[in-house]
């Protein structure tokens, strides 16, 4: 499997798309700094939903906030970008040509998701450094003390933020993924996502309190915030545990076990 | 180009291969065995079977029933054989944004190929001077080309080409007839499924001819393409000789029929050197010149036509 995520690092990790992901952290920092500086309220409860507080933002945590809430809604992009990468190798038929090369069918896709999956830590951590860089920029602002950013407790919340983003990010990839894999379609499978993570989600969440703990894009959202007042981190994690790893097994079951004909 | 180097072990058998879709067999008890060292041609009609065959030889499609082996390993198990198979199947397939030798370099590393070959599979190709092109910017042949050089990735003892001349034009499909044969002289295993009669008559010393996902013939072609004429070719120089010419063969006894504008007598046993003589002789004592005195073999095609459409052309 080692050769697997070499063979797709070194494809993925190319000037163009390490350029496109330093301007894609950089962006994500000042628009989720930005804008969680900017609607940070003096307090009330963390949601799903809105944004957080200044009490919040002075916290230890208060340097990585943003990175965590802005972060929360960029999963989505996750799904489909990883809907595309993997669905592409299925219309593409370079799955089926690299299967003649890696006959192990489980090893291949898990190589290949574990390769994404690097870069995407990756560029989860030079985000997350961009939008604590940012923040220290906006923080004066908005009168947000830093002092206890780079405390001890500071860096433990940077890590459990990064951990949590990153558990989020993974989740979604292995929902894309499930995705590609079960339509083997690029647009078929994004058609879905869209739905589905898009409009379908969000709306029934409107008109019913419970999807926020029930719809797995919403428990990755709760995840990757670090807990919300919906849902808490222990139960978001437990959950997402849950739906990924029912979306791991069947797609490594229907991986292994269907004809390869496109 | 004959070459047929063949061992005792087979390089691939199979017996009894089936693939069923629902109610729709796709292949049905299917056998084929090729001795190793053989360039075969795998011939039959679209729909015949013969992509999904090939795709149960390199694990990609299971078999519904059947059973076989490749390069002495049992195909419920590619992953024992597959690092000394080539293959083109389909259509070729790679990374748009990366470039050929990028491409390669990629193939090489999931399978664990040493990569320094790489610049010279290229040339093997004749991509040398394009290696470093995005492969979204290949033509049609290109890319048929670097499919080629991916499946030659590992020094492969059996390679599997699925119709690699397919959709190249006409220069094209000679170049593939050249790179096919040139990987004929190699000494390894060929299976290459073609529309083109000419191309398999030319490169390939065993055929499989399929339909219907059955095996209609296999064998070496020479047991097929090398039988005695079954008839003898006479083209008189003037054409209103034409005439004249069948009278007087009609006249000595022998079996005429026009075809084309050109007269075919049918050998019938007899040796056709001989015939050919005889015929001559009598032409130049009537007074008529011959411009093409030649024997008529089967050719691949006719025997394709007739074994598929059952002598129905």
Same mark, same amino acid.
């Given at each position: ?67 965590? +809430? ?34 192990? !069918?489980? !090893? ?25 860089? +940012? ?46 894999? +079960? ?71 229907? +991986? ?7 | #180009? ?62 519904? @029933? ?22 083109? %199947? ?10 050929? @030798? ?11 190929? /040493? ?26 042949? #290109? ?16 390679? %599997? ?14 170049? #593939? ?32 001819? %399929? ?42 006894? /022998? ?27 009598? @032409? ?30």
């Amino acid at each position: 499997m080692t050769s697997v995520i070499r063979a797709e690092l070194a494809r993925l990790l190319r000037r163009r798309t390490l350029v496109a992901i330093a301007a894609g952290s950089l962006l994500f920092s000042v628009i989720a700094t930005l804008s969680v500086f900017s609607s940070a309220q003096a307090s009330g409860p963390r949601s799903r939903r809105g944004g957080t507080t200044l009490a919040a933002l002075t916290d230890a945590g208060g340097g990585t906030e943003a990175f965590a +809430v802005g972060a929360s809604f960029v999963g989505f992009l996750v799904f489909v970008t990883f809907i595309a990468l993997v669905a592409t190798e299925f219309s593409g038929g370079t799955y089926r040509a690299l299967l003649l090369r890696q006959p192990h !069918r489980v !090893r291949l896709i898990v190589g290949k998701l574990a390769g994404a999956l690097l870069v995407a830590a990756a560029a989860i951590g030079l985000a997350e450094v961009c939008t604590l860089t +940012v923040s220290v920029l906006v923080a004066p602002t908005r009168d947000v003390a830093t002092a206890g950013w780079f405390s001890l407790a500071g860096v433990g919340a940077a890590a459990r933020d990064y951990a949590t983003v990153f558990a989020g990010v993974a989740g979604w990839a292995i929902f894309g993924t499930a995705l590609a894999v +079960v339509f083997r379609s690029a647009p078929l499978a994004l058609g879905v996502g869209f739905a589905w993570a898009g409009p379908f989600e969000n709306i029934i969440v409107d008109s019913w309190d419970a999807g926020f703990r029930v719809f797995p894009g919403q428990v990755l959202g709760s995840l990757i915030r670090g807990g919300s007042a919906e849902l808490g981190i222990g139960r978001a994690a437990f959950t997402a545990l849950v739906y990924t790893g029912v979306a791991a097994v069947g797609t490594l079951l229907l +991986v292994s076990r269907r004809d390869v004909t496109a | #180009m004959t070459k047929t180097t063949a061992s005792s072990a087979p390089a691939l058998s199979v017996t009894g291969l089936t693939k069923r879709y629902g109610a729709r067999t796709v292949v049905d008890d299917f056998d084929m065995e090729l001795p190793a060292g053989v360039v075969a041609g795998f011939v039959g009609p679209n729909g015949a079977g013969k992509t999904t065959t090939m795709a149960m030889l390199l694990g990609l499609v299971r078999p519904t @029933a059947g059973a076989g082996h490749v390069l002495g390993s049992s195909i419920d198990d590619p992953a024992a054989y597959l690092d000394r198979v080539g293959a083109l %199947i389909e259509t070729p397939a790679f990374y748009p944004a990366l470039s050929g @030798a990028e491409n390669l370099r990629m193939f090489a590393t999931v399978g664990r190929y /040493d990569a320094t070959p790489i610049p010279a599979l290229l040339d093997t190709v004749g991509l040398a001077g394009r290696g470093g092109d995005r492969y979204r910017d290949y033509s049609l042949g #290109m890319k048929q080309r670097l499919g080629i050089a991916a499946a030659l990735l590992g020094d492969p003892e059996l390679l %599997i080409l699925d119709e690699p001349a397919n959709g190249l034009d006409p220069e094209g499909v000679r170049e #593939m007839r050249s790179l096919v044969g040139d990987l004929a002289g190699t000494g390894r295993t060929v299976l290459v499924s073609s529309h083109d009669l000419s191309e398999v008559e030319q490169v390939c010393d065993w055929l499989v001819l %399929i339909d219907t996902g059955r095996s209609l013939y296999q064998g070496p072609a020479r047991d097929l393409l090398g039988g005695p004429a079954h008839g003898l070719v006479v083209v008189a120089q003037r054409p209103e000789d034409h005439l004249a010419l069948f009278d007087l063969l009609t006249a000595r006894g /022998d079996d005429v029929a026009p075809e084309h504008g050109r007269l075919v007598v049918k050998v019938n046993g007899s040796d056709v050197g001989d015939l050919a003589a005889t015929v001559n002789r009598a @032409a130049f004592d009537a007074g008529i010149v011959l411009t093409e005195l030649s024997p008529q073999r089967t050719t691949l095609e006719d025997h394709y036509l007739s074994m598929v459409h059952g002598g129905a052309r």
